[in-house]
């Protein structure tokens, strides 16, 4: 059968991009990539900061990358330009704004009048922040995250060191060397642990609210206002210590009120 030539075939005909469609296309590629170029940026400062002295700049620098960097995979997410190389690209930001920042920072304000220990101390945090992101990218986490995320310990690193710098006079003491070593290792330990934490990436900010979340919300800001470096670090700290304590509970119910087991 002859195909008749004067017969509509629009339906076949599929659309050429124009280039205004590939620019715009590129754009939203760009988008996300620049905020997390930005994430790095705040890291690499925050380094900067710490090294000639300026720890409140650096915590919160560190704190402007924590921003970003949740930004970005939203804003992938919503304009449908996630890939591998934003992905790869994400966490090597983090790596820098989370991992090496932090342990910079705090070597440069206190650890580092521990000598050798401290730079081992700092090294471990950083190591472990390298190994949890590693293990996110190669098993991913869905409603939970394995192990506390480096962002949320970063925010302790950098709240910590925030609080104590504009509260003490000239460097650090021996004391808060110290304390700020257990902080470190701690974290550092927590970000490679089996504990679960909750994921903030679960909650669906595009959809329908309730007007008294919208109350809290402005209720949380307006108490992290009164006094952030203190408020950011209770808070912080109460989601760390969340998936220890979430775990022991776990274990309290299973073995009928004891922890550890049965006894003897």
């Not at 700049?57 to 949740?70: E, K, P, S, V, W």
Request: contains cysteine; hydrophobic residues 50%.
């Amino acid at each position: 059968m002859v195909e008749d030539p004067l017969q509509d075939t629009s339906d076949d005909i599929q659309p050429i991009d124009s280039a205004g469609d590939r620019l715009r296309r590129r754009g939203v590629y760009l988008l996300p990539n620049l905020i997390t170029t930005g994430a790095m940026f705040a890291g690499f400062y925050a380094i900067v900061a710490g090294m000639t002295g300026n720890f409140v700049a650096a915590a919160l620098a560190i704190f402007g990358a924590l921003i970003l960097d949740t930004l970005d995979g939203r804003v992938a997410r919503w304009t449908r330009s996630e890939s591998e190389f934003g992905a790869e690209y994400d966490s090597l930001s983090d790596m820098v704004a989370f991992g090496v920042a932090p342990a910079l920072v705090a070597f440069s304000w206190a650890l580092s009048s521990l000598g050798q220990f401290g730079w081992v101390v700092a090294f471990i945090y950083m190591a472990c922040a390298g190994l949890r992101l590693a293990r996110f990218n190669t098993k991913g986490d869905n409603a939970t995250f394995t192990g506390l995320a480096s962002p949320s310990a970063a925010a302790i690193m950098a709240s910590t060191v925030w609080i104590w710098s504009i509260n003490t006079d000239g460097g650090a003491s021996l004391f808060a060397s110290i304390v700020l070593a257990v902080v470190t290792t701690v974290v550092g330990l927590l970000m490679v642990s089996q504990f679960t934490y909750f994921s903030p990436k679960t909650l669906d900010l595009k959809g329908r609210v309730p007007f008294l979340a919208l109350v809290a919300v402005v209720l949380v800001f307006a108490v992290v206002l009164a006094d952030p470096p203190l408020v950011l670090l209770v808070c912080f700290t109460v989601y760390a210590v969340s998936g220890p304590a979430t775990y022991v509970w776990h274990r309290f119910r299973q073995g009928n009120g004891r922890i550890f087991g049965r006894s003897n």
